[in-house]
Each structure stands twice: as structure tokens, then as C-alpha cells.
């Protein structure tokens, strides 16, 4: 199981934004997160924690190992408000987090 | 261009069977592990199933809650994925998407589909 907090956030233009993955086991670094915006596929951010796919701003950045693990956003940006998810890739079932929708304020 | 594009999807009545394909482009599907995924309207994502590539002997996963349900299965030759959707319930309704999982010192999703809603009711 997979407990991402907030399930929802508002934040400003430029602020920093910090979500949370917690396991309820350890999964190593065994952990992606993905970007969802309205209407359209999710879209991969980090995988193995900490690893920023290709063409992701370097704004995003992910940290964490065993069952605690961050996404940060360090200026957040227009085109970043959407819904945020983990996934666990350790093991089955692949579980996804709740989800962190980040808001306008 | 790698490219999912997803299709089957509709209206069906409880107890009834549906088939999705996701159609795959750009790449070679047999190198690739591949997952449907739901989202039912307003919630979060679920996975639902996987199919691992040639090179894991096309073994499957389920979820717990589709399992002896639905069956995943793939046509390398024809760059195809499909979920076969028995038994449905009014909880199945949601959109599927297809997603192709790649790795590279880890395990991601790199490219999904558009997604085909299922709407289970009668």
C-alpha cells in the first residue's frame, strides 16, 4: 500500500511543493511518479526515486528509499498544475498512490 | 514515434464481456513489459494486469480484483495487447489505458495510450 500526502494542495507561481509516498513496506528505491493532467494519459516525472526522465524540467526532483520518498517541485510553474501519482515497481500488484492534486491559490 | 492507441471500448451490461486492443506503433512490442491500467472518473489509477515480454516468456499478472476475470494477452506479430473483460461489474466502469514499461535503472510506464472508457450499467 501506497499513502501519498497531501491529497490535495494550493500553492502559487514560484512556490516549492513537496508531496510525500510513504510504503507500507520497504521497497527500496522502487518508486515512480507521475504527472496527470485532465483528460489525458499520466505521464512519467522520476523513476527509481530519484532518476528525472528525459525532457522532465529539472525543477522536478524525487528522493527517498525504503518506504519514505518526495516528489519536489522547486518553482512551481503554470503547466504544473495537475494530479500527482507514486507507483510502487517492486512488486505486484503495482499499486499507485491516491493521488496529490496541486492546485492555483 | 512510439505510439498506443487503444479501442473496444462501450457500454455493456453488468455480467457481460467486453474486449480491448491497444494497438502499438514505433517500437518492438516483444522487448516490452506490458500493463493496462483504469481510472474511474474523478479517482486515481489502478493498475490492472501486465504481461511481461518474450524474453520473461509472456508471463502474467493480475490484479486481485480481475483476476479469473479478465485475461490479458498479446500478438507480437501483429503489435497487439488486448485485455479480454468477462464477468463485468458496475465497478469495471472506468478508462483503460495501455502502458508500455521500460527500464533504465529502474521500472517506469514511459508511453500510454489515450484510453477507452468501459461504462458497465444497465
Known amino acids: 500500500q501506497l499513502t501519498q500526502s497531501p491529497s490535495s494542495l494550493s500553492a502559487s507561481v514560484g512556490d516549492r511543493v513537496t508531496i510525500t509516498c510513504r510504503a507500507s513496506?520497504?521497497?527500496?528505491?522502487?518508486l515512480v511518479w507521475y504527472q496527470q493532467k485532465p483528460g489525458k494519459a499520466p505521464k512519467v516525472l522520476i523513476y527509481?526515486?530519484?532518476t528525472l526522465q528525459s525532457g522532465v524540467p529539472s525543477r522536478f526532483s524525487g528522493s527517498g528509499s525504503g518506504t519514505d520518498f518526495t516528489l519536489t517541485i522547486t518553482s512551481l510553474q503554470p503547466e504544473d498544475f495537475a494530479t500527482y501519482y507514486c507507483?510502487?515497481?517492486?512488486?505486484?500488484?503495482?499499486?499507485f498512490g491516491g493521488g496529490t492534486k496541486v492546485e492555483i491559490k | 514515434e512510439v505510439q498506443l492507441v487503444e479501442s473496444g471500448g462501450g457500454l455493456v451490461q453488468p455480467g457481460g464481456s467486453l474486449r480491448l486492443s491497444c494497438e502499438a506503433s514505433?517500437?518492438?512490442?516483444?522487448?516490452?513489459?506490458m500493463d493496462w491500467v483504469r481510472q474511474v472518473a474523478g479517482k486515481g489509477l489502478e493498475w490492472v494486469a501486465r504481461?511481461?515480454?518474450?524474453?520473461?516468456?509472456?508471463?502474467?499478472e493480475y490484479a486481485a480484483s480481475v483476476k479469473g476475470r479478465f485475461t490479458i494477452s498479446r500478438d507480437d506479430s501483429k503489435n497487439s495487447l488486448d485485455l479480454q473483460m468477462n464477468s463485468l461489474k458496475t465497478e469495471d466502469t472506468a478508462v483503460y489505458y495501455c502502458?508500455?514499461?521500460?527500464?533504465?535503472?529502474?521500472?517506469?510506464?514511459?508511453?500510454w495510450g489515450q484510453g477507452t472508457l468501459v461504462t458497465v450499467s444497465s
Open positions: 502502458a508500455r514499461t521500460s527500464y533504465s535503472g529502474g521500472w517506469y510506464s514511459d508511453y
Open positions: 514505433g517500437f518492438i512490442l516483444s522487448d516490452h513489459h
Open positions: 504481461s511481461r515480454n518474450k524474453a520473461n516468456s509472456y508471463t502474467i
Open positions: 513496506q520497504g521497497i527500496s528505491n522502487s
Open positions: 507507483q510502487r515497481r517492486d512488486s505486484y500488484p503495482l499499486t
Open positions: 527509481a526515486a530519484s
